[in-house]
């Protein structure tokens, strides 16, 4: 019988130690519960104010769009009672209508190395040209895509008045002012 009595001490030392464990266990894992849930509050608390700063900042950045929106139409408003702008050349862009004053760089480069092309054929006497004349002096070539894309730019450029089309269908650099029309919305020129 003492051998069944050992048998149970074994047993009830061994339950008794795994139990022991198992409480160290569960206290350890509340503390780390309630560390955290510290944690937590004070993460809340952090995210809270942080909102409230990024509130404000959005808040604040509309508002000055908003003033700088008002501001700029009142400055625009002004700024054309008092002198038109001058455009800013863009690759592609539209031909604004020649008028007096208004400088050639408001052109885009390939439009100003064309208008240069006829200068100094002007300045040295000579008369109006063919697109295809035009597309040799800026050293482009004669094929017959690069003289109808230098044609398309000349044609462009006589419509808005910066150069002459002559009826023989040549051009020549000479300038005349052109009455302004609204394109159409479907106009790419």
Known sequence: ??????????????????????????????VRVEGLREEAARLAEVLEAAEIELDRRVIAREELVEVLALSASETTAVTEAEQETVPSPVPGSVVPPWRDGLPVTVLAPDYQRLLGVLEERRSAGNGPVKAREIAVEPGLGTTSVKVEGVRSRARRLAERGWLLLEASGMFSAARRPVAVTVPDAGSST
């Open 1 to 30: 019988m003492r051998t069944s009595c050992i048998c149970f001490m074994t047993e009830g030392c061994a339950v008794a130690s795994v139990r022991g464990m198992l409480e160290e266990r569960e206290a350890a894992a509340r």
